[in-house]
Every structure is written in C-alpha cells, then in structure tokens.
C-alpha cells in the first residue's frame, strides 16, 4: 500500500516528473514545458493517492477517467504515464512529437494507452469530462444492484485558465452543475498566466464564485507546488461531495523551478540548454543527465501499479458473482462492452413505396428514432433546446437528470442540453469516449451547428460515433430568415474527413441513413432534414441509399442529361425530369443522400451513376460549392438566404422546375 | 418633456405593443408572439424614459445603441420602432415575415431602420453590444475633449435565458466586466420557460450571481410585468454605475395576457384565433380590431420623437462648436464617419523582388500591420492570446484597457481578447456595427476560426468589414499535430457568401491581400497565413494579387500542363514545375491568393489564366474539396494531419516536388 503522508521520496517523483518533461520538449525541440512543471505536484498526487486504475489494462472498465484538458501539457501526460507502467517506454518519451510516435503533440485517442480524450482545442476536454461523468452516472443507475457496484468511477480534469476561458467550458460547467454530477473533479491549474501575459490582462472574473454560481463545490489550495498533502486532502473533499461537480483551485507557478518560472516565457518554447541546467539543478537533478527515473521513484509507482493491478482483481471477482447473479444485465454489459449490435434491430426500420403518404424528414426520422431508439439502449441523446423542432424525444423515453431533481433520473437516456450547441456535442463525444458502444446523439437547427464546429472536428478526428441529428435543413425553413437558413453550412461539413454528411430525401433514405450510420462505428455522421414535407419516391430504397448515391429514375432512352439532387430537392429533380422526359429530353434522376459513401463505391459503379459523357446537373437548396466534383452546373444558393414564406424564398433562388429545366437544356 | 412617472397611458402603451405583436405574427402565422409580450414593458420603459435617440435620423453619431439579442422577439422591435417614428409603416408591421418587407423574422441590419446588429443565432446579440460599448468607450477617451461629449451613448440590450447559456455569452460577460464597461446595460428577460420547457430542466445556475463574479453590477426587477416604475429605476441606477456593466434581471410572464401565458407554448408559433381574441381582452383591447395604435399612444410616442429630434440638434449645436475649437479632430470623425480612407496608405505597403529573404507570411503580415495601423487609426484589433505566434501586436500599439486598470486606456486599440475566439469575432462584429469606419481585427491559428464560425457567419452576412488574421494555416505548423492543423477549414470558408479568403504566397501578396481586404468595406477577409517561412516569388506582385489567381511563371513554350496554389505550395509549384520544365513538360505556375476575386474577374481573363484545353493540377495543403471547380487532380490532404517535424508531415501526404511532378505527368 501506498504510504498517505508525504515525504521526500513524493518531491523526488514530482521533480522527476519536471525534469521528464523538461527533456522531452527540449530533445523534440518543440513543446511546452511550462504546464508540466506547473501541474507536477497534482498530477503526482492524483495518480499515486487517488486514482484507480490499471496501468496494464487500459481498457479496464472501472477504471477512474483522466482528461488532460490543457492537452498542451501532454508531456506531463506521457512522463507520468510512462512512470505507471503504461505501454510507454523512455524511447517513447524520446521520440515526443515525432513522427508516427506514440507521443504525438497533443493526447490523441488511439495513439498512446491511457488517452481517454483527445485534447488541445482549449475547452474541449473539460467538456469530454461532462460527458464521461454522465456516461459514468448513467450506466451505474443502469446496471449497479445493492453492493454491486460495476460502474464506480470517477472523472477527473487537469485545466487551465485557457480552457476556463473558453465559451464551451462555461457551458459545461452550467450543465455539469445542473446534472449535479459528483464524481466530476477538475483540479484547476492556477498559474496566473496565461500566452500573452498575465491573466490579469484579460481574465479578472472570480473563476471560484463564478463556479459556485454554477452549482459547483470549490475549494482551494494555496501553495500547488509544495503542498501536497493540501492537494490530497482537497482531491479527498471533493471525492466525498458527491451532489455537486468540484473544482479545486490549485495555485501553482509555470515553470517551476525554472529560470523564467512565473512568465509566459516558458509557456510554449523549450527551455534552452541553458535553463534546461539550470531547473535541473534547482530541482535537485543532475544537469548532465536526461531522461532520468530514481530507482525509488520508479519503486513508488510500480507499487501504484500493483494496487491497480490488484484492483482490478477484486473488481473482477465481484463482476464474476455479479454476473452469476444479473446474468442478463452482464450479459447486455458484455454486449455493449464489445460494440455489438442487438440483432434484428434494421428488419424493424420502416419502409415506403411512392403512394405512401409524404411528411418532413424530420418526422421520418422521429419514427425511425422511435424505433431504434427503443431497440437499442446505447442509444442516447437530445436537443440543444429544440425538442420540438428536433423532433428527437422518442416515445417512452426518460429524461436524463439527477435523481434528486424529481425531474427524471441518470438511468433516463434523453438530454435537455439547453441552448448549447457546442458543449452539447463535446459531450456526445465524451460519452462516446467512455467506450461502452454508446452511440450519442444531438440536435438542433442545421444552421447552429456550427456553433459547435470545435468539437464537430473532434468527433471526426476522434472517430466518435456520434450522431448529429440536424434538422430545418435549408431555405425550406422560410420565414425565420437568413440567420436561420443554412447555406454554406452542407459543403463546410462535407469538407471534413470522415464524418457523413447525409441529406435523405425521403422516407426509405431516412431509414437507410440510419442504418448506415448506426453501423458506422467509427465515423460520426450528420443528418440533414427538412422542416418541410417531401413525398416519398418511386425508386428509393434503404439498399440504394447505403450506396451513398444511385439512379433514382432512368429515362427510356438513353439520358442526355442527368439531375442529381439530395434531400428536399431530390423530388425537385424528379418534377423537373418529368417535364424534359415530355419534352424528349431523355433525363435521368440521381439521388446522392451521402457523398461520402458515394465515393468509397467502386469506380464502376459511380460511373454507372455519372457516366462520364452524360452532363449534369446539381440541384440542392445550399451553397454550390464543392458540387463541381459531380456536376457540370449547378443550381443552388450562392448568397444568403431571405426571409419569407419558403416557397417564396425557394423561387427567388431559382429552385423550381422551370429554372432547373431552363439550366438542364443549357447543357445539352 | 415625458412625464418620469408611469400611469394609465404607460399601461396602454405597453398593451398595444403586445397587440401590435400578436396581430403581425397571427398575419404572418409565423413567428413569435410570447417574448414581445413579456419584453413591452422593459422596452416602453426604454425607448419612452431613457433611450437616446432620433428616430428620424437613425444615423445619429451619438444615439444610444439597441441590441434585440433574443432576435426571435423582432415583432417588438418592429412595433416600437413604429411608434417611435423609425421608417417603418402600419403595412410594414402587416408584412412581418413577408419577402422583401423591411420587417424580416429576425432583425437584419440593412433591412430596417434603427437595427444595429442582425440577431437571432443566440448569444450573438450580447456580444456584440460588447463591441459597441467598446466602441463608445474607445471614441469617448479618443475624441471627447472638456466637456465636449460628442461620443457618450449608453448601449442597451435585451436578452433571455436562451442567450445566456450559450457559451459565448459568458465570454462576453467575463470581457466586459474586464473591460469595467460601465455604459453596457443589459436587460436580462426572465421568464423561466425556453423551448423545451421549465429553465428549470436544463439552466439553474445562478445567473445573477455568475454575471457578478464576472464583474457586473447585479439588480433585479420582481415583477417586470406590471412595475414600470422598478424598471426604470433599475435603469437609472445602471446608468449611474460607471464602472461596471449593469444586468437587471426583470421577471417577466411569456406571453403575458394570453390564454397560455407562462408556458413554452406561447413562445415560436402565432397564438391561434382564439388566443389573440382571449389576449386582446385581457390587456383591454377590442378583440375584433388588429392593428390598433390609440391615439393617445402616439401622442405619447411623437412626444419621445420629438424629443429625440430635440436632443440631435443640442448635440449638433455641441459638435459645430467643437468643430470650430477642434477642427482636426472634427475632420477626422467627419472622415471615419465618410468611411473613407486617409489617402497614400497603400504607397506604403512593402513590396519585394526575388531576391529579396524570405520569411513566414505571419511576420510579412506583421511588417504590414506595423504600416496599415499606423496610417489608418480606424483599424483595432488583437489576438485571441496568441499575439506573440500571430504577430499582430503592431509597433507603438496601446493595450486596450479600462483606464483605472493600470494596464492601458480606452483609446488603446490593441485587444488581448483571452482565449475567446467566439465573443472575439462577434466584438469585432459589434465594433463595425458602431458605424464609425472601423476594420477590426481578431487573430488565432487558423484551426481555431472553427470556435468562432457562428459570428464568422454573421460577420459575411451583415457584411462587417472584419479581418481575420488566421496564422499557423497548415500542417507547415508541424509537431502540435492534427489537433491544431487545419485541413478542412479552407474549403469551409471558401463555401461562405460574402467572405473573401485569402492565402498569400509571398511578400507582394501578402502586401496586396491587406490592400484588397482593407479596401473592401462590405466583405470579411481571413487571411491564412503561414507560421514557416516561404520564398520572396519571381512574378510576384500586388497588381496581380488584386486579382484574386494569375499566372506567376510560363514556360517557353505552349503549357502543357498547370499547376495551381495557393499560399505556401505556390512554391512548392515553382519547384515542381522546374522539374517538369527541365524533362521538357511546358509548365506554368498559377497562384490563386483569393478564389472569391479571382471569381469576380471576366470570363476572358479567368480563361487565360485556365484555357479549357490544358489540364490543372491543384497543391495546396488543405483537403482538396471544392478545387474541382478549376482543377483536373489535387495534391492536398484528404485525412487530417499528424504530429511530426513539418517536412515530415508535408512528405507523409505527398506534398513534395517528386509527388506533384508524378501526378502532373499523369494528366498528360
């Protein structure tokens, strides 16, 4: 067991831990060894007093949940981590911010064990902590029985005044508060600087009161580079608070011990050989030698190892006499553990022909929610305060709120996110980032999506499987105008790598969006849909539509030319192609819900679709940007939109059969 | 002069907003008649006791500004704007919503006389009475001399809850409590009810206690329905605090008078028949008439107008005799009022041959900011705390502080925003909505504009001429890996309307993308530059930049094929190309700074740059989406980045001379 005073051995490790990283940055010659140094002490003290984890099994499902928030400070992250007995070696450490390393810039999912979140955009991580405290809240009411307690764990944040300053940590605060979320801790790095100077010069709220405000337990600690027995027992509060999130405020120098310490100067620039020197000394090291892991330093923190080791030993004994005793509960953890699907769970997805009756897509897709939502219990989410636009609630579905607030419970599975798009979907991705196949969705207006770009990029880049369930998707929407009309927004989010962008046009699109995207375990995907009715189509399948694009409607001739729409201006084409079709212009519909599948389709395939001799012409209520990869015109939107009654605005932009097939005889 | 205390007339004034209210949306059967209803009294107790205006001249230098930032609540605007004399008609208020009224679904600047900001995406409104108050701050400390207060407005806002939770409120709020910016008051409508419900299920932080930690001055108004005289109170005390920004929290009843009143129903859908009869009832009016402004509440009215009207002509008495002991100054607020630009500024841009070093374009753009923000007092800006990596902090720039803050004055103009790209873009918004000639300008990495793409949009929609100075605008940024590398943000900007976005090559671009994007009062710029250095170009200039893409080098003969790029691979085509020169594939090099411009160039000269004959290879280290539009096949990156030494990472997606040379063969 791990001695609970602290000694000289702790201010060993915790100067280890600095001098780590002061080589790390300076060998890459690139980094920031400023935070490390700053935020040393907690991090020792958390990983060594606190946190519950196996370093040889990362993927231990009880383990407690770390965010590096100021992801810049990843040295910190990987020395610390490499002292564990995490699957990071010295030459890892050596190797920071090369190429192909397991060390790269910033944390990045799926690169280094122990990276729960990927962090660097300031803000995000504290956010992905709200997520992960609530998947953690969520499952333990789910699946936790008397002593049972499978899911225990807590959530803990390192941050800085950069990511207290960003908008969507205020969001997440207000939100982490309101869920009252307990077992959230965020050890607030105060080092009073921040890139361009002293935080006095832009950051003078009283951030403690401020969170207070916001429902949180705050405490603070005085002296965050000496005092860490101050740290432990604040770490030890807040672990007993459990209605509210806490912060604990933890004054700290950057740099410590370092010639420039207490400046901005050691924020984001290696030391120099010079300073290297000098903090070694200062810090009680060798200045000639790098790298360097006292023998008794790493003793301390391969014994941290074996109590985590032998944690997740006791924990698996009880799971096994769990699981004799909830075999059906075990075996649903199991499931969801391992990412599979419930079976049979598409058969149910419905399903039309062109005589059925014709609705929104958003409506079609509140059917489909209906459904899976019901199958599949991974499945969570809600609206950015748009539930009734969104159309998101499903029959039968329980609110997500603290049991204490009698307004729902953490089993419930809806989220009434309030108007905040941005944190909203940082904790879709954090709830993800729990791994336990969650498949979280958000929604609001398509047009404030972009409101939450930050951690749209962090969905893709991270490969969370997220949904974004955006409706009110183009002009269609009319009178609330310009500000409301989406028009750049489809071609900004096609240009990200791998996140779908679908745009179905009617009710078997709907359903074979869902499919793919339900299936797509490593992709995010946006949904596209209209406030407005759209008929169902003679032609359109959910098999079609997992192809991402196909031939809608075919001329009986040969086509001279094709129309290719998405979403509501599929059927657009198809009125547009009954006109030249009388008029013997053999025209050919395509309907293209998702680019981004379209284009993993063979080479054959998409030319059976767009053959290369054949013109075309796009037809989609949005910016026609990017369309030139298809299309050899466009019709679309290149100005923003206006505001009047939506067949109005649809005829001032020229989206009508006439224009299209005024545009469509141009080419021929 | 208006009676200071409040009586019967006051309560049918306020009643015949909510009528007017009710009556355009139930025409329109569009819109949102429970904010206007709650908000009438704060509003009449504002326009009719404290606002500072002449609603005959909606130009007026030193009017007090209004900001409607629940944006949705415009029926309030529009019908008080009514009644106040602004150039809106009885049939303006009859085509609410309607194509091409001057009364649009949410405020549009441009659109109606007397609106400040286009609102509606929430918390936008907020923040950008930021920037308007700082604005007033800024040319008070600038201009004002003795008692000659030629800039002393007071900038008003009405919010709700919705435009509290978002993030980029709480930026604003922590700036503007940072910035002690007394003349900022804002009218907080609490009506406990958004769109999903109770604001009780999503937002129970303490909102008063909050905006206090930030540094407001708190009051709250217990019954903002029928209490005028609390209100107005309330607003003189606000106005009286100098050196903090005012929040009144004024409890108000959604749709007050109607059937549902208190409820969520009444906020986004026309009350129905019924209801407006029921309303118009209980606030005492005739349910069988619409429309209906009592005499005597236009009587009330035209006394503010001419009171209004009144207080212009002291102030122009005030500004002619200043004009006269001050002409220099006068000269210069009659030019920024002009919108016009000192001339000779553009002799002095910097201008480069070949031969001449090479350098990142960040730092060019600082030897140009060290020109431009000297020459021309108009531009204001800063950095979202990246000054030292952004280069912005031109030399001789002041800080701009609150004067009792020790760190700066008012008439600094260089703003260390803290790191709140969001509120930053919207300030800047606000600051050009002052109408006083300003070019704001914000600067973060490039990566980063993906937090303020909310306010970039309105940035583009209402036309503020803004620049974004986007640094750090490739994977050329190296070991701080994807997180930070922009791929997708190029073409995401390119897709907007109304938005140039410029990627200079070198010097003389760099010089001529500041000419353009300074010159152009309408459009937003961002200007994506470089943190690594970059040749001075052979064919380079700033003539050529104006037009947005030309040919930089041609080869002898008759090219064979083009290579196109934009930014920092222009030289990566010139070396490319002297390869493919040198085996004898005539190659010319096409540098495209700008699409945008280059798109508003004639179809001849587009075509001589790209003749329709000669294949075009496009490089540029973004994702490839959108290029299509000029170019056969793309270099670029179509994943996102890596961390590593940029010549690693440019190598690892192919961006060097052997790979750009195989695939140009390939077009041959």
């Known amino acids: 067991m791990v001695n609970q005073t602290f000694g000289d051995i702790d201010k060993l490790a915790v100067n280890t831990i600095r001098c780590l990283s002061i080589d790390m940055v300076q060998k890459a010659n690139s980094g920031h ?9 907690m991090s020792h003290v958390l990983f060594t007093r606190h946190f519950k984890a196996n370093p040889t099994d990362s993927n231990w499902l009880a383990r407690d949940r770390f965010v590096l928030s100021n992801g810049h400070a990843s040295a910190l992250q990987y020395s610390i981590y490499h002292l564990l007995g995490y699957n990071i070696s010295m030459q890892d450490l050596k190797d920071f911010r090369q190429y192909k ?11 280094t064990e122990g990276v729960e979140v990927t962090t660097g955009p300031l803000g995000q991580g504290i956010s992905n902590a709200v997520g992960l405290a609530i998947a953690e809240a969520h499952l333990a009411k789910t699946f936790n029985r008397g002593d049972y307690k499978i899911f225990d764990n807590y959530t803990y944040v390192i941050c800085g005044d950069g990511c207290l300053e960003e908008g969507i940590n205020y969001e997440a605060a207000s939100l982490a ?9 965020v050890l607030y790095d105060a080092n009073g600087i921040q890139i361009d100077g002293d935080v006095e010069i832009a950051f003078t709220e009283n951030v403690c009161k401020r969170f207070e405000a916001q429902g949180w337990h705050v405490q603070e600690v005085a002296d965050g580079n000496n005092d860490l027995e101050a740290i432990s027992k604040a770490i030890e509060a807040a672990k007993a608070e459990t209605t509210k999130p806490s912060l604990i405020r933890i004054n700290t120098t950057i740099g410590y011990g370092s010639q420039n310490q207490g400046t901005e100067k050691v924020h984001g620039a290696p030391l120099g050989n010079a300073d290297v020197a000098f903090s070694k000394k200062s810090l009680g090291f060798n200045p000639e030698e790098f790298f360097v892991v006292p023998e008794e330093v790493q003793k301390l923190y391969n014994d941290i190892c074996q109590s985590g080791m032998d944690a997740q030993k006791e924990w698996t004994r009880m799971y096994e006499k769990y699981s004799e005793e909830y075999p059906e509960l075990a075996a649903e953890i199991e499931r969801r553990k391992q990412n599979k699907l419930k079976e049979g769970w598409e058969e149910k997805l419905p399903r039309f022909t062109a005589n059925d009756a014709g609705a929104a897509t958003r409506k079609l897709s509140h059917d489909v929610l209906n459904i899976v939502c019901n199958e599949l219990p991974e499945i969570v989410g809600g609206s950015a305060d748009l539930s009734g636009s969104n159309l998101t609630q499903w029959k039968g579905s329980v609110d997500f709120q603290a049991d204490a607030s009698g307004l729902g419970s953490y089993d419930g599975r809806y989220f009434h996110f309030g108007v905040r798009e941005h944190v909203m979907a940082a904790i879709m991705n954090g709830i993800h980032a729990y791994r336990f196949g969650f498949i979280p969705f958000g929604s609001t207006f398509l047009n404030f999506i972009n409101y939450a770009s930050g951690a749209v990029r962090l969905s893709a880049l991270s490969k969370h499987q997220v949904l974004y369930i955006m409706t009110h998707d183009s002009i269609g929407l009319g009178e609330d105008g310009p500000t409301h009309q989406p028009v750049e927004i489809i071609p900004n989010l096609r240009a990200y790598p791998n996140l779908f962008v679908m745009r179905p046009a009617d009710g078997n699109e709907v359903s074979g969006c869902y499919m793919k995207a339900i299936k797509s375990r490593t992709t995010p995907t946006v949904l596209c849909l209209t406030r407005q009715g759209v008929p169902q189509l003679e032609g359109s ?9 196909y031939i809608l409607s075919e001329p009986e001739t040969t086509p001279k030319v094709i129309l290719v729409g998405t979403g509501s201006e599929v059927s657009l084409c198809v009125e547009s192609a009954k006109i030249l079709n009388n008029e013997g212009i053999a025209t050919r519909v395509v309907s293209l819900p998702c680019w981004e599948i379209f284009d993993e389709q063979s080479e054959e395939y998409r030319e059976s679709v767009f053959p290369k001799n054949i013109p ?8 026609t ?13 290149d100005d923003f939109g206006v505001s009047a009654p939506a ?4 005829k001032h932009f020229g989206l009508v059969p006439e224009v299209v097939v005024e545009k469509a005889k141009k080419l021929l």
Chains 1, 2 share one sequence.
Do not use: D, N, R
Request: glycine letters at 16%; proline letters at 8%; a positive charge.
């Open 101 to 111: 390393s397991k060390t790269p810039g910033h944390p990045e999912v799926g690169m």
């Open 625 to 637: 940007f990017g369309w030139s990869k298809y299309a050899t015109a466009s019709c679309g939107i």
């Open 541 to 549: 399948s959910i098999e079609k539509t997992l192809k991402g694009g």
């Open 177 to 185: 508060g309101h869920y009252k979320l307990g077992k959230l801790i």
């Open 616 to 623: 075309v012409l796009s037809v989609e209520a949005a910016s």
């Open 33 to 41: 060894p400023g935070a490390p140094m700053g935020c040393a002490p």
């Open 647 to 650: 067949s109005q605005v649809y």
